[in-house]
């Protein structure tokens, strides 16, 4: 309890007297994973506060990027980016690098933000999703701020690293997921340390479930019913048609959980770039008890968070009375 009410007092004074943003002058900023969800909508913000924003992009002709073009700036360019590639990442490096020389700006920050999702129970996902979720969401920040720390430098400006609180607690069902989050957490936490005595500010954004792509039901429940379709016979067999049948349901009733408050996400991400004294960490929350739920969660021995993700499995695939006419 004490622990609590000092972190939310310190929020409170940090929020009231050390709030001051940097200026926009002269300040730019790289985001990636920017075709949709807290990417897409951060450059938007941070271009109207007068950054320019190289917004990655890993469609560069889809509508998430031509939305870009028509409602941002002449400011704000847009860059074909695969963040799991070498090559990309240091092609988007150069271009940066072009383009500041050209309006005198400097990169102030770059925000690692672009993440996906795949897999389901490790017992039936592919060691290949447990291989796209590490080079996306692990190997992908890793990757970026090793090109651009070298700009970083020079103006002593910041990474931000959009991870998740998945990267601080472990829940079945999504391992390819958590795993890729545990590892960016480690990374980012390492890289703050690391990055302090060159006066450069290492954050962490770590959201709880907001609605995006990655948590879109329609899309979502396609690629768990792919993930389980997808699924070898020896495995299927051993847990049953019920089995994956109450899985799926379940997945399907997590996720309409999810807040379409996103404002908030960005709000903090906003935050972490414009502010002259960031937070290490940034954890946006619907409310006070979701947060508390999740400390609770985190702080628990392991044992009860096992009784814990059991009883919600159960409550959400559990059969629900019909209703009497």
């Known amino acids: 309890m004490f622990f609590l009410f000092y972190a939310y007092t310190f929020e409170f004074v940090k929020k009231?007297?050390?709030?001051?943003?940097?200026?926009?002058?002269?300040?730019?900023?790289?985001?990636?994973?920017?075709?949709?969800?807290?990417?897409?909508?951060?450059?938007?913000?941070l271009d109207a506060k007068g950054f320019q924003v190289f917004a990655g992009c890993q469609f560069p002709s889809n509508t998430g990027a031509s939305e870009l073009r028509k409602w941002c700036s002449e400011r704000l360019r847009i860059i074909e980016l695969d963040v799991t590639k070498d090559e990309s990442v240091n092609k988007a490096e150069q271009f940066v690098q072009d383009e500041l020389r050209t309006s005198g700006r400097k990169l102030w920050a770059i925000v690692n933000?672009?993440?996906?999702?795949?897999?389901?129970?490790?017992?039936?996902?592919?060691?290949?999703?447990?291989?796209?979720?590490?080079?996306?969401?692990?190997?992908?920040?890793?990757?970026?701020?090793?090109?651009?720390?070298?700009?970083?430098?020079?103006?002593?400006?910041?990474?931000?690293?959009?991870?998740s609180v998945a990267g601080r607690m472990p829940v079945s069902s999504i391992a390819p997921y958590i795993v890729s989050k545990y590892a960016a957490v480690a990374f980012n936490d390492c890289l703050r340390q690391e990055m302090s005595m060159w006066g450069i500010s290492v954050v962490s954004v770590e959201p709880e479930l907001f609605q995006t792509q990655l948590t879109n039901l329609e899309k979502a429940t396609e690629r768990i019913n792919h993930s389980i379709s997808a699924t070898p016979n020896s495995i299927s067999t051993e847990y049953g048609k019920e089995y994956f049948e109450r899985f799926s349901k379940s997945m399907a009733t997590f996720l309409k959980y999810a807040s379409p408050k996103v404002g908030i996400v960005v709000n903090d991400l906003e935050a972490a770039v414009s502010l002259k004294y960031p937070d290490n960490h940034y954890r946006p929350r619907r409310s006070l008890f979701y947060r508390f739920i999740l400390v609770f969660y985190i702080m628990s021995p392991s044992r009860i968070q096992d009784i814990i993700v059991k009883i919600g499995m159960f409550l959400v695939s559990a059969p629900k009375p019909s209703k009497s006419h």
């Open 16 to 45: 009231r007297f050390l709030n001051d943003t940097v200026d926009t002058y002269e300040k730019a900023v790289f985001i990636t994973g920017c075709d949709s969800g807290f990417g897409h909508r951060l450059a938007k913000r």
């Open 113 to 163: 933000n672009a993440g996906i999702h795949k897999g389901i129970i490790i017992d039936a996902s592919k060691v290949e999703d447990f291989e796209d979720c590490i080079k996306v969401n692990s190997l992908g920040p890793l990757r970026v701020t090793k090109a651009f720390l070298p700009l970083l430098k020079k103006s002593k400006g910041r990474v931000v690293n959009v991870t």
